[in-house]
């Protein structure tokens, strides 16, 4: 069974970083788009940042363009999210998801596995 473990999530201050890690077991990357999703305290779950596995072509949220950066590693089936400049409206649960898929989507319905989630606190 496809699993996406999320990790690396923790407290930060205003302007630190925190990279995420979201390993995937059972699944061959090369065919998907992985997303990064996150969800705040009484708002809607909201697109982040995706790769296309092959090739590696990339996509963001105007809210972290520029201060995020998506990536992979192929040999440790791992997707990374590092986040520099950390601010307090960062702050949610951060959700890794894959879809099968070549053109890259910002819906997270159309995402169809998705990881436990790890918490990001931006403190002010």
């Known amino acids: 069974q496809v699993q996406l473990v999320e990790s690396g999530g923790g407290l930060v201050q205003a302007g630190g970083s925190l990279r995420l890690s979201c390993a995937a077991s059972?699944?061959?990357?090369?065919?998907?788009?992985m997303g990064w999703f996150r969800q705040a305290p009484g708002k809607e779950r909201e697109f982040v940042a995706a790769?296309?596995?092959?090739?590696?072509?990339?996509y963001y949220a105007d809210s972290v363009k520029g201060r995020f950066t998506i990536s992979r590693d192929n040999a440790k089936n791992t997707v990374y999210l590092q986040m520099n400049s950390l601010k307090p409206e960062d702050t949610a649960v951060y959700y890794c998801a894959a879809k099968r898929a070549m053109v890259i989507t910002t819906l997270s319905e159309q995402y169809d596995i998705w990881g436990q989630g790890t918490q990001v606190t931006v403190s002010s």
């Open positions: 059972e699944l061959t990357f090369s065919n998907y788009i």
């Open positions: 790769i296309r596995w092959s090739g590696g072509s990339t």
